[in-house]
């Protein structure tokens, strides 16, 4: 078992009081309550309050955790778990050493005020982050690689111990190195590339892949990735290690910092240019990075068929006048008792409970087009699943409220893994089934749909509970681009009194 704490909030009179809740990206099979999510599976927890979260770590990967209430990831609430493989057990590859890079993006609007902007009328879009970073810290208004831009930036001036100064990765030369990547970014899709040194992927979000080489990698939020770096590269040298931003138009400098050979000094820039993320709309290069994930070889493999598809349309939409993303048509907005409480003692008026709908009307709407109607309607209704049944979920882009937009979205899904059975172009059709991945899907936690296309999963509902599935951009989960999932609630055991202690459950002992 493990357990974290949420830090101790002690309000003093200048910080804001604000409720928080954790979320970490393992799969909390047995103790739903120990997920996170406000309003879903738990009561936030309120300042001076401490809410322990205990669940099993079934299994070793790269994970992270992060506050899941309001859009407090994206004010720096997060930090990386990860799990050692078992005594006695081995990992299925080599290594001498290991590096964690959690990457994010920073902005200098605080978070509030973001949130603030995101739901006014007329609506305030928060802009492409500041900066970058790597393990917490980066840099602004100033460049380490300055004499390699044309623009006329400023070289950054380091001793080395300073707040933002960038943690420099030191190797020895003929050792293999495990970099263990995962992005809470709120906004950004994320490319990183070593200069001089190809990586081979052997981790996705938790689970082996069947090792690959790349020059660059593409990594979105939400997800985490282990890739093995060989140091046989000139060891008098250092190499940039390079992060820019893809599937928007950057306005963020790369994030940078240095692959320092031993006995090389760390303070010796490298010579060479840092490598150049691809260009941020070459959606191919990101499509072929994605399509070449698969199963490690002797991997858990999908069910054949599946008992329930259920096609889940991407739109940004106006309700009331406001700016929002729906989800076949509905904007979700959490209820104030959550939806674990509520269900497992049958308090009935706590949520709508009509089930949103499986699919959207696919006959008529023109996914390349801005809709004819753009409108939508906020909802907190559910998908019931039955227990231990074989789920397809097909999420499907379509054109945002602006002609020629269309935009990436990282889903990620919570108490569970899914197989990423495929991904497509265009609209999704039945027939399209015949071309899923059944041999060696990857198991993952997220995946991304591409702009105008369709990427489907499927996920047995085998972990009683209230799961969120939702993009894992910060601000759209905001704007209500989320469902949720429920099954097999009547077998939760019981649940802390700590995850009840609000709305209709407040006075609940179970
Ligand atoms: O949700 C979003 O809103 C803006 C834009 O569509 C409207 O300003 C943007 O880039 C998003 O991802």
């Given at each position: 078992m493990a357990s974290f704490q949420a830090p101790p909030s002690e309000p003093k009179p200048e910080t804001p009081l604000s409720s928080i809740?954790?979320?970490?990206?393992?799969?909390?099979?047995?103790?739903?309550?120990?997920?996170?999510?406000?309003?879903?599976?738990?009561?936030?927890?309120?300042?001076?309050?401490?809410?322990?979260?205990?669940?099993?770590?079934?299994?070793?990967?790269?994970?992270?955790?992060?506050?899941?209430?309001?859009?407090?990831?994206?004010?720096?609430?997060?930090?990386?778990?990860?799990?050692?493989?078992?005594?006695?057990?081995?990992?299925?590859?080599?290594?001498?050493?290991?590096?964690?890079?959690?990457?994010?993006?920073?902005?200098?609007?605080?978070?509030?005020?973001?949130?603030?902007?995101?739901?006014?009328?007329?609506?305030?879009?928060?802009g492409e982050p500041q900066s970058i970073l790597i393990n917490g810290r980066g840099q602004f208004n100033c460049s380490m690689a300055a004499k390699f831009s044309n623009a006329t930036v400023s070289q950054c001036k380091f001793r080395g111990n300073e707040q933002c100064a960038p943690q420099i990765l030191h190797v020895r030369p003929n050792k293999i190195y495990r970099l263990r990547i995962a992005s809470s970014t709120a906004l950004a899709s994320l490319n990183l590339a070593i200069a001089g040194h190809k990586m081979v992927v052997v981790e996705a979000d938790g689970n082996y892949v069947q090792p690959f080489e790349v020059n660059d990698l593409d990594i979105y939020s939400g997800e985490s990735y282990s890739v093995l770096l060989r140091t046989d590269q000139i060891p008098s040298k250092n190499y940039w290690i390079s992060i820019g931003v893809r599937g928007r138009e950057p306005k963020t400098p790369q994030a940078l910092t240095i692959l320092n050979y031993f006995p090389t000094s760390a303070s010796k820039l490298p010579t060479s240019q840092p490598p150049i993320t691809p260009p941020w709309n070459d959606y191919n290069h990101s499509k072929a990075f994605t399509k070449s994930i698969f199963a490690l070889m002797g991997s858990l493999k999908p069910p054949k068929n599946h008992d329930r598809r259920i096609i889940l349309l991407n739109t940004q939409t106006k309700v009331n006048g406001f700016t929002k993303w729906s989800i076949n048509n509905i904007s979700l907005t959490l209820p104030s008792t959550p939806y674990l409480g509520s269900i497992k003692f049958g308090l009935n008026h706590a949520f709508d409970q009509k089930s949103p709908p499986d699919n959207y009307d696919s006959k008529n709407y023109d996914i390349f087009n801005p809709a004819l109607n753009p409108n939508s309607s906020y909802g907190n209704g559910i998908y019931t699943i039955n227990f231990n049944t074989t789920v397809d979920v097909v999420l499907q882009n379509a054109n945002a409220l602006a002609k020629d937009v269309s935009e990436i979205h990282p889903w990620h899904l919570h108490g569970h893994d899914f197989w990423v059975l495929g991904y497509g172009e265009g609209k999704f059709r039945d027939e399209d089934e015949k071309k899923f991945n059944l041999k060696n899907p990857p198991l993952r936690n997220t995946a991304v749909i591409f702009p105008y296309g369709w990427t489907a999963l499927r996920f047995v509902a085998d972990n009683p509970g209230v799961w969120a599935f939702h993009c894992h951009i910060e601000p759209h989960l905001h704007m209500g681009m989320g469902v949720v999932f429920a099954e097999g609630v009547h077998r939760v055991g019981q649940i802390p009194k700590a995850a009840l202690a609000c709305g209709l459950t407040g006075n609940k002992q179970n």
């Open positions: 809740s954790l979320t970490s990206f393992i799969l909390k099979l047995g103790t739903p309550w120990a997920d996170g999510t406000a309003s879903i599976s738990q009561c936030a927890i309120n300042p001076g309050e401490t809410f322990v979260y205990r669940f099993k770590v079934d299994r070793p990967g790269t994970y992270f955790y992060h506050g899941h209430y309001g859009m407090q990831r994206s004010a720096g609430l997060y930090g990386s778990l990860i799990v050692d493989v078992a005594d006695g057990e081995k990992e299925p590859f080599h290594y001498d050493g290991e590096f964690n890079l959690l990457l994010s993006d920073w902005w200098h609007q605080n978070v509030h005020d973001q949130e603030v902007s995101l739901s006014s009328n007329p609506f305030r879009w928060i």
